[in-house]
């Protein structure tokens, strides 16, 4: 039996590991929801996953994906915090991994969720009040964050998101490939923390401006 379930993993890892390497594989079948299956609309907004980053709220993603998640505000004692839902076990196709949405709440909205909100889970975690969740429900998604289980290289991420408009070296272990026009970020990280995440390519100038900042910051620390 335990040689069964190691072989079965075995084959999925396999399977996803073909898709991401733009291998052809022997199935025929049209494989959808995949991380670069990013649908480029003509308003300009994008769509992975069946989420439109700035428009699909999250009743509306949870009707596609289901509930099986964790919503709570994630915050540092002196941070305002975001409002975030999170898929521990989500499938993009074949490929596994974890699902992390950010919400967009106004700031003043936000302030009044986590007062009413119950800590939990350690100084960073609050739980929204009951009577708080249909403004969660109605807020759309304005970043997805998707962990694949497999670590991406530079040779998956080139054949299946192309050449980036540009790579930034935040550290000596991970860079940021930058897509403006699909909104997406590729985080490859040499730990093996890679991250795809996806926003709406009208927010992604003022994205690239602040991972900039964070760089120059970190490397020009004030004395």
Known sequence: MKYLIALVIVVVAASSLVLLQNKPSDNNTAVTGLPWQIDIRSDGSTQVFGITPGQTTLAETIE???DDLKLAIIAAPQESGTLEAYYSHYSAGPITGKLLL????A???LASLRQR???EGGMRRYRLHPDDLPVAYQAPVSVI???PSIDLDDEIAQSRFGTPAEIVQVTRQQRHWLYPDKGLEVILDAAGKDV???LQPRAFGAHRDQLLQSVAATENPHP
Request: hydrophobic letters at 40%.
């Open 102 to 105: 950010v919400l967009d709440v």
């Open 145 to 147: 964050n998707f962990l």
């Open 64 to 66: 596609q994906h289901g």
């Open 117 to 119: 909100a119950f800590q």
């Open 107 to 109: 700031p003043q909205q």
């Open 196 to 198: 795809l995440q996806y």
